[in-house]
């Protein structure tokens, strides 16, 4: 994901706190959100991170780093239409939306939920 974002340009990422991410997706994330703010800020073609805001009020921080385009990954809850109006409400209506088809799927493994559904299977075959 990372890599097709970074053929459009510099990269700055958003990584949801805890408590938006419970929110979003109804259960607590197992890797922190700081543990999460430094895994991103160590990829490469990632220019800057910042932690999502604690009042939810990303648009905010949409305003402050001025992007061209915002990348939403393939299992992010957010409306493309939904936040297009919020960013014309916004006056940031210059913004593109596009949401990212595929996830980084190089590995098995490659996303929380399939790590814990894995762990979950050796647990069950273990007992």
Do not use: C, W
Not at 5 to 28: C, F, H, M, P, Q
């Amino acid at each position: 994901m990372i890599n097709e974002a970074a053929k459009l340009g510099d990269v700055y990422v958003i990584v949801a706190t805890d408590k938006n991410r419970e929110l979003y997706s109804g259960e607590a994330p197992i890797v922190p959100e700081q543990q999460r703010l430094e895994l991103m800020k160590s990829l490469k073609n990632v220019k800057d991170v910042k932690l999502g805001r604690h009042d939810n009020d990303t648009l905010k921080i949409v305003a402050e780093i001025k992007p061209d385009i915002i990348l939403l990954g393939p299992d992010q809850k957010f409306s493309v239409e939904k936040l297009q109006k919020a960013l014309k409400m916004k006056g940031l209506n210059h913004i593109e939306v596009k949401r990212l088809e595929k996830f980084y799927d190089k590995f098995k493994l490659h996303s929380s939920s399939l790590i814990k559904k894995k762990i979950i299977e050796n647990s069950k075959k273990s007992h």
